[in-house]
């Protein structure tokens, strides 16, 4: 008799056991189903002025090119955007990146290839990755935004 409770001690305590390793691999588990894979950065909503921003030349002659970048790596991990304004220029460009134009004012012009489009304020031109194009306008200002932000580190550049 003493043998039976013996044995039957034994077997609670595996089962013991085997609860306690189980519950460990359980939290284990949990904890990484509960924690998000990109936490995302702790920023804040920002407004930015048009008045305060500042355009850098982008391009080159003939014609005008300005950028403001305004939402750049430092302040997101996912997309990037701003305003650029084109005036009698042609920048020629292979997009490393998924964009989206909408034209604020002015005529804003995207050639790729042989295909023209020609857009006005409200319209909104989509351009995927590896898009080979040239960006053009009169009197135009844009906004943009891409994906992904840090393109440039993805591609060595």
């Known amino acids: 008799m003493a043998t039976k409770k013996r044995s039957q001690a034994k077997?609670?305590?595996?089962?013991?056991v085997k609860a306690k390793a189980k519950a460990k691999i359980v939290k284990r588990v949990a904890k990484k189903i509960a924690k998000p894979v990109n936490p995302k950065p702790k920023a804040k909503t920002l407004l930015f002025r048009r008045?305060?921003?500042?355009?850098?030349?982008?391009?080159?002659?003939?014609?005008?090119?300005?950028?403001?970048?305004?939402?750049?790596?430092?302040?997101?991990r996912t997309m990037g955007g701003g305003l650029a304004t084109f005036d009698g220029c042609s920048?020629?460009?292979?997009?490393?990146?998924?964009?989206?134009?909408?034209?604020?004012e002015g005529l804003f012009r995207l050639r790729v290839?042989?295909?023209?489009?020609?857009?006005?304020?409200?319209?909104?031109?989509?351009?995927?990755?590896?898009?080979?194009?040239k960006y053009e306008g009169e009197k135009a200002l844009?906004?943009?935004?891409?994906?992904?932000?840090?393109?440039r580190r993805r591609h060595g550049l």
């Not at 077997?11 to 013991?16: I, L, M, V």
């Not at 920048?91 to 604020?104: A, N």
């Open 142 to 151: 844009v906004c943009y935004i891409l994906y992904p932000v840090d393109w």
């Open 91 to 104: 920048i020629e460009w292979t997009v490393l990146y998924d964009e989206l134009v909408v034209v604020v």
């Open 11 to 16: 077997t609670k305590a595996k089962a013991k």
């Open 51 to 76: 008045s305060e921003m500042s355009f850098a030349p982008y391009g080159g002659p003939p014609g005008e090119a300005r950028i403001a970048r305004l939402v750049t790596p430092e302040l997101s």
């Open 113 to 133: 290839g042989k295909d023209v489009f020609e857009a006005g304020p409200g319209d909104v031109i989509w351009i995927p990755e590896g898009t080979a194009l």
